[in-house]
């Protein structure tokens, strides 16, 4: 749904000729917006600004949507949005099951390569926040109407999984007992012994030959593995509440039988050549080559990032491929997209994007850590956010704060401001939701009914229906340019709006049509809250 912004806009520019760039009015006796298009327009013309504008005035239509129009100041034209205007869009949003969210005309098969843990090693902070960001695209690209394959891309193949499997023969390890901390003790256990007992490396070497080789004995220990890590992983995935099941798994083994085929192919067609015992492809313009497979006949992942790509395009049919990623990743991505789309395996016609991330601090400003030292646990930062507030309050706080800043850039982990129901937080979009909530419950309590948004006279009400106007738009602009962020702060600014509104405007003390009215308000208020938190995967609470 186009917002009425938008279309006021599309109005005044197709008789300006130019963009107007209409701004929010200062004050409300100016009206809804305001536009400098006739000053821009004299200085080309040479003709007084207000002549201009009254010239606009005469040409704009704008008649079914705005309040005659006025020229203000030097050449201002302010432009007021009829009351009933934006009680039409706001009972329409009321009434429209998708909230106002227009599904693609032309949909796509988007697969989001996202979360991506690794196999017998604890969930850290950095596939919290590819989980939750991934999560989010998901969910935003599905309701525009596209089919999405989520993709989690699991480290469950390569030469660590030999070292484990022999730890765990030799030290007689009884698998059916393991859970993922367990394992995690036990890869702990086998890395130290690996970097101290020659021989011992020598048979975890030998190991992941039998592994890649089919052997029994060796596939069945590494299966127990996988599946407790798998259990590990969905643990985790439900306190988050995010969508990825089973069936979203494409590990490293998916690929593994594809790897020899690319390489063969790649050399074949002379895009690859081998360079000191590897085999390369010379990028054009970079100076380092992407190795596809390494000296000792390894494959790396590189070479499964190209399989991968490929089985996309071929058999899952992909128009677009989404990776959310560190940023440290950037020019790996460079180079495989690249290799990608010299081998054929990525078509002109198919679009690949790599969404990297930032960081997450400490209140210290510094790189989280724990005191040892070492990497953050997904489960203790999710740990820490819970002993301050309940379980749908710090989710809610963790993953807006994720998703409240650029992607790229570093953001800071400090529980106590992320779960304050007050300011720039996913909490008080769940407090503003339950505020809306609870004014509707208590109007059905005291049998009192709404239909639709038919009085709007307060410029408070105003403000907040024109706002809701929006939220369409701003949906489709992040399934664009996949940025959450303006999605973050579309709602913290209708939440905004609506404690304006219930400040200003009484609710349940006004009467007849203007209640029934602010009670239609309320509910479309919530009801485009709720699906916003919704597509940031935050639960919207009735009550708090």
């Known amino acids: 749904m186009q917002s009425l912004a938008s279309l006021l806009t599309a109005r005044v520019e197709a008789a300006a000729g130019i963009d107007p760039e209409m701004r929010p009015a200062t004050k409300p006796q100016f009206g809804h917006f305001q536009s400098n298009v006739a000053l821009r327009l004299a200085k080309t013309e040479g003709r007084p600004p207000r002549d201009v504008a009254a010239d606009l005035i ?3 239509e704008v008649d079914d949507l705005c309040e005659p129009l006025e020229v203000a100041g030097p050449g201002f034209i302010n432009f007021r ?8 869009a706001a009972t329409d949003l009321l009434g429209d099951p998708d909230t106002g969210i227009t599904r693609a005309a032309d949909p796509q098969t988007v697969v989001i390569d996202y979360s991506a843990p690794n196999v017998a090693k604890p969930m850290h902070v950095g596939n919290l926040r590819s989980t939750i960001i991934g999560d989010c695209f998901n969910r935003v690209l599905s309701a525009c109407g596209h089919r999405v394959i989520p993709a989690n891309h699991i480290g469950d ?15 007689g390890v009884d698998t059916a007992s393991l859970d993922l901390d367990g394992s995690v003790a036990l890869y702990k256990r086998a890395q130290e012994r690996f970097k101290s007992d020659e021989q011992f490396a020598d048979a975890a070497r030998r190991r992941v030959v039998a592994l890649q080789s089919g052997d029994e004995e060796t596939l069945g220990i590494w299966r127990t593995l996988v599946e407790v890590s798998k259990k590990g992983f969905n643990e985790a995935y439900e306190r ?15 690929y593994n039988a594809m790897l020899a085929e690319v390489a063969a192919d790649l050399e074949q067609r002379g895009i690859a050549v081998v360079d000191d015992g590897a085999l390369v492809v010379f990028v054009p313009g970079q100076e380092a080559p992407l190795i596809v497979r390494k000296s000792d006949g390894g494959f790396g992942y590189a070479a499964t990032d190209l399989a991968a790509i490929r089985y996309r395009t071929t058999q899952l049919d992909a128009d677009r491929i989404i990776y959310v990623v ?19 395996y990525l078509p002109e016609d198919v679009t ?3 969404v990297g991330f930032g960081s997450v601090l400490g209140p210290d400003g510094k790189m989280l850590r724990t005191r040892a030292g070492g990497t953050v646990t997904l489960q203790s930062l999710l740990d820490e956010a819970e002993e301050v507030a309940t379980r749908p309050i710090a989710m809610a706080a963790v993953k807006y704060s994720d998703l409240s800043n650029q992607l790229q850039k570093d953001y800071v982990f400090d529980a106590e401001r992320m779960t304050a129901t007050t300011g720039d937080t996913g909490p008080y979009l769940q407090y503003a939701h339950a505020r809306a909530n609870q004014i509707l419950r208590r109007a059905e309590a005291e049998g009192i009914t709404w239909e639709a948004v038919t009085t709007l006279t307060e410029p408070a009400e105003q403000a907040l229906a024109l706002q809701l106007s929006r939220f369409g738009e701003v949906v489709a602009g992040v399934a664009e340019d996949l940025q959450p962020h303006k999605l973050c702060t579309y709602l913290f600014e209708t939440a905004t709006h609506m404690s304006t509104f219930y400040e200003q405007c009484p609710v349940l003390k006004s009467e007849g049509d ?10 479309t208020t919530k009801k485009v809250l709720a699906r916003g938190l919704e597509l940031l995967g935050i639960e919207a609470p009735d009550q708090m």
């Open 58 to 60: 005469g040409r704009i």
């Open 240 to 254: 988050l509440g995010v969508l990825l099941t089973d069936d979203d798994l494409y590990g490293e083994s998916f």
């Open 81 to 88: 949005i009829r009351a009933s205007v934006l009680a039409q």
């Open 326 to 344: 560190g940023m440290p990743q950037s020019f790996h991505f460079q180079q495989v997209f690249a290799v990608a789309r010299m081998a054929g």
């Open 157 to 171: 193949w390569g030469t660590q999984f030999g070292m484990l499997v022999q730890f765990i023969l030799d030290e």
């Open 352 to 354: 690949a994007e790599h």
């Open 514 to 523: 203007v209640r029934s009215s602010r009670l239609a308000l309320c509910a």
